[in-house]
């Protein structure tokens, strides 16, 4: 399997990943690196890329392939053929996140800080272990803080010989401009539904009925679409969440309802913490000497270090809780969309089919007009959590707006 194989819809974006992975071949092949001198930035090839597009378009598994390819030692490579063999020792290594010279970084905090980007920094100064580039994938660009990104700007401007930097973000506005300028900008779209569904029968074995439906019900979201596939719970949350529509015809049933959507995400955040906190707290207790599952007191002067991760779980738990409750926005936002084709008489396919009854019964009950304006409150729900509004505040707030309309 060639390392683009995941990269659904892309074949724009393929075609210059694999042009720039054959030019960066040629660029070690010949040493140039020797001289000093950094990677080409007029040809296909340069040292710092940002990979922009909706969610769930695939942008780090495009970041991935991409640092795959250039790690790529098949022989192939030698008569020509396409770096990202997806066999060979470079490709897998760096695909399951093993690769001594590829550092892929996620966050699940709200935000990197300074320190985190000096430490990537001075990482991405020396020289590959081994492989053929220092590859830093930074998945999530958009949560950099300020004083992070002006860290970060300094290792773009002035890039180590054969350091490969890719950014991924949302879009060209959650970076700051002065690192996108300094940047190769990739695309990315939405795929298309059906190659979703059909990446998912293939890659995951999901059954093909339910794989068309959860790619269906997302939009092409590839990971969204992949949860509701193998999560029963996922399936759960999301219809009660679609079932809200029905249930803000007075007041009282707008406060419920905006309570439940509250109590959902904070319990899709417990989930999390339950399967990763109690592990993440065991092996640091047993790095700090503390005897395992003894519950025996920590050796002085580590107390520190446990407070350390607690807050660093606490912030986790934070942005989980705000990631759940945004998803479950998107989730209405589309419903209230599908009720929208259908007042236009849109030909454009509805995507919660399992709940063509309740769709209709909305679309029936009022006009497209009350309908945007739903929408609407929808997405000043949204902004108001991006300024950090009370959660409670404004989806109370934005269901007694879908009641008004």
Same mark, same amino acid.
């Given at each position: 399997?060639?390392?683009?194989?995941?990269?659904?819809?892309?074949?724009?974006?393929?075609?210059?990943?694999?042009?720039?992975?054959?030019?960066?071949?040629?660029?070690?092949?010949?040493?140039?690196?020797?001289?000093?001198?950094?990677?080409?930035?007029?040809?296909?090839?340069?040292?710092?890329?940002?990979?922009?597009?909706?969610?769930?378009?695939?942008?780090?598994?495009?970041?991935?392939?991409?640092?795959?390819?250039?790690?790529?030692?098949?022989?192939?490579?030698?008569?020509?053929?396409?770096?990202?063999?997806?066999?060979?020792?470079?490709?897998?290594?760096?695909?399951?996140?093993?690769?001594?010279?590829?550092?892929?970084?996620?966050?699940?905090?709200?935000?990197?800080?300074?320190?985190?980007?000096?430490?990537?920094?001075?990482?991405?100064?020396?020289?590959?272990?081994?492989?053929?580039?220092?590859?830093?994938?930074?998945?999530?660009?958009?949560?950099?803080?300020?004083?992070?990104?002006?860290?970060?700007?300094?290792?773009?401007?002035?890039?180590?010989?054969?350091?490969?930097?890719?950014?991924?973000?949302?879009?060209?506005?959650?970076?700051?401009?002065?690192?996108?300028?300094?940047?190769?900008?990739?695309? #990315?779209?939405?795929?298309?539904?059906?190659?979703?569904?059909?990446?998912?029968?293939?890659?995951?074995?999901?059954?093909?009925?339910?794989?068309?439906?959860?790619?269906?019900?997302?939009?092409?979201?590839?990971?969204?679409?992949?949860?509701?596939?193998?999560?029963?719970?996922?399936?759960?949350?999301?219809?009660?969440?679609?079932?809200?529509?029905?249930?803000?015809?007075?007041?009282?049933?707008?406060?419920?309802?905006?309570?439940?959507?509250?109590?959902?995400?904070?319990?899709?955040?417990?989930?999390?913490?339950?399967?990763?906190?109690?592990?993440?707290?065991?092996?640091?207790?047993?790095? #700090?000497?503390?005897?395992?599952?003894?519950?025996?007191?920590?050796?002085?002067?580590?107390?520190?270090?446990?407070?350390?991760?607690?807050?660093?779980?606490?912030?986790?738990?934070?942005?989980?809780?705000?990631?759940?409750?945004?998803?479950? #926005?998107?989730?209405?936002?589309?419903?209230?969309?599908?009720?929208?084709?259908?007042?236009?008489?849109?030909?454009?396919?509805?995507?919660?089919?399992?709940?063509?009854?309740?769709?209709?019964?909305?679309?029936?009950?009022?006009?497209?007009?009350?309908?945007?304006?739903?929408?609407?409150?929808?997405?000043?729900?949204?902004?108001?959590?991006?300024?950090?509004?009370?959660?409670?505040?404004?989806?109370?707030?934005?269901?007694?707006?879908?009641?008004?309309?």
């Amino acid at each position: 399997m060639a390392v683009w194989d995941d990269l659904v819809g892309q074949d724009r974006v393929m075609e210059q990943l694999s042009a720039a992975a054959r030019d960066a071949d040629v660029f070690v092949t010949a040493a140039a690196s020797a001289s000093g001198e950094a990677p080409p930035s007029g040809g296909s090839m340069t040292h710092a890329w940002l990979f922009t597009g909706p969610p769930g378009s695939g942008r780090a598994t495009a970041a991935r392939a991409f640092a795959a390819a250039l790690q790529c030692v098949s022989p192939d490579r030698a008569v020509g053929g396409i770096p990202g063999c997806g066999f060979c020792e470079g490709c897998h290594t760096t695909l399951v996140g093993t690769h001594a010279d590829v550092e892929i970084v996620r966050t699940d905090q709200l935000s990197i800080g300074v320190k985190e980007t000096r430490d990537l920094v001075r990482r991405a100064q020396l020289s590959p272990a081994g492989g053929r580039w220092q590859v830093i994938v930074l998945e999530d660009a958009d949560r950099l803080t300020e004083g992070a990104g002006n860290v970060l700007l300094k290792a773009v401007e002035e890039p180590a010989p054969r350091t490969v930097w890719l950014l991924c973000a949302p879009s060209l506005e959650d970076v700051l401009p002065t690192i996108r300028s300094r940047c190769r900008l990739l695309t #990315l779209r939405t795929p298309p539904v059906a190659a979703v569904a059909d990446l998912l029968a293939r890659r995951d074995g999901i059954e093909p009925e339910l794989a068309a439906r959860v790619a269906r019900a997302t939009q092409g979201h590839i990971g969204r679409a992949r949860r509701l596939a193998t999560d029963e719970r996922a399936r759960a949350r999301r219809a009660a969440v679609l079932k809200l529509p029905l249930r803000v015809d007075d007041v009282g049933g707008c406060l419920k309802a905006a309570q439940e959507l509250i109590d959902a995400a904070a319990e899709d955040a417990k989930q999390v913490a339950e399967e990763v906190d109690a592990k993440e707290t065991e092996e640091l207790r047993a790095a #700090l000497g503390a005897a395992a599952g003894t519950g025996s007191r920590l050796p002085r002067g580590t107390a520190g270090a446990m407070k350390e991760l607690q807050d660093r779980q606490k912030r986790r738990s934070t942005r989980t809780q705000r990631d759940s409750l945004d998803l479950a #926005l998107v989730d209405l936002t589309g419903f209230y969309r599908d009720v929208l084709a259908m007042q236009l008489g849109s030909r454009v396919e509805v995507a919660n089919t399992d709940m063509q009854d309740a769709l209709e019964r909305i679309a029936r009950a009022s006009g497209p007009e009350r309908t945007l304006r739903r929408i609407e409150a929808i997405i000043d729900c949204r902004r108001a959590l991006d300024r950090n509004v009370a959660p409670l505040l404004a989806v109370e707030a934005m269901t007694m707006a879908l009641r008004a309309g």
